[in-house]
């Protein structure tokens, strides 16, 4: 793992990239438990979905994103989409001079915690599911557990509509999750930026026994404990300030981004990447 090396870094933001409006469940997770930590985040909303994407564009998207908070000083990078972690992480990982945070190794580790049955299941966008990056690492920490895996691509632009509760999204969550749900998983990891906003239906559609990790969630803890064994963690006491950078449309993403992120979502700025 990379350390964060130079003088004075501590004070210096995080960097979150997603393909759109959906990392903002991750970065509310980090701003959530790191308060005092100021933050980049960058949305490709030019080019969202990438979730329906071939890896080898995602990864191009991947590290266009990255160069663009590379430029913003920061000190850790965390890749908040599912299929970008999935595709990307490990070149990015490679190439880049500061420490790298995906969503796919910190929700695998919470889910590989919790199940009892070794039964897991996985939802995501269809890139997540075909490159088998939850089963790979999931697979790793422990060969005897098995995983059942559905893409669900109708769950981002529900997301993104705000129809997060209701018949629409319910019917919709009962035709993906039905096989899975037959199967007998004890635990769901929610494989995509989006998913943790429809938790309530996904939970009714499962019952109370099946535990839904928010791989949202798990990445901000992962994200605390790089910097405090770093000793990276911001001395300062201070409110942080949030800049929002996207690559198209600034007023839809405050205006659909304020549900996942709340009123500090109030200003966004137009980002030009290379390549795009
Ligand atoms: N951010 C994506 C993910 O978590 C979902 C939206 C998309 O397909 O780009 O995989």
């Known amino acids: ?23 903002l469940t991750v970065l509310s997770e980090i701003a959530k438990l790191l ?14 979905p990438y979730g329906s994407k071939s890896k080898e564009t995602v990864v191009r998207y ?30 990015l990982e490679k190439q880049l001079h500061i420490p790298v945070v995906g969503v796919i190794r910190p929700g695998a580790k919470a889910a590989v915690a919790v199940t009892k049955t070794k039964k897991i299941g996985v939802i995501g966008t269809e890139g997540t599911i075909k490159s088998s990056a939850y089963t790979k690492t999931i697979n790793t920490a422990d060969r005897g557990i098995k995983t059942y895996t559905s893409a669900c691509p109708l769950f981002v632009p529900l997301v993104e509509e705000g129809w997060t509760n209701n018949k629409i999204a319910l019917g919709v969550a009962k035709e993906y999750l039905s096989e899975i749900k037959n199967i007998g998983i004890d635990t769901l990891v929610l494989g995509c930026t989006h998913y943790p ?10 019952g109370n026994k099946v535990k839904l990790i928010d791989s949202a969630e798990a990445t901000a803890g992962e994200v605390k ?18 800049k929002f950078f996207v690559t198209d449309s600034p007023e ?16 966004a700025k137009l980002a030009r990447l290379e390549g795009n």
Do not use: W
Not at 38 to 48: I, K, S
Not at 227 to 242: D, F, M, P, V, W
């Open 35 to 48: 308060p005092y930590e100021n933050t980049v985040y960058l949305g490709d909303t030019a080019r969202v």
């Open 197 to 206: 906003l429809l938790k309530d239906i996904i939970n009714k559609v499962m």
């Open 1 to 23: 793992m990379k350390k964060i090396s130079e003088k004075n870094s501590a004070d210096k933001p995080i960097g979150v990239f997603d393909s759109g409006i959906g990392g």
């Open 225 to 242: 404990r790089m910097l405090s064994e770093s000793g990276q963690l911001t001395r300062r006491k201070t409110e942080a300030r949030h």
């Open 62 to 91: 991947a590290f266009e994103d990255a160069a663009f908070l590379l430029k913003h000083d920061i000190k850790l990078l965390v890749v908040a989409c599912n299929t970008a972690s999935a595709y990307a992480l490990t070149r």
């Open 252 to 267: 839809r993403f405050i205006k659909v981004g304020k549900k996942f992120f709340g009123v500090r979502l109030s200003k």
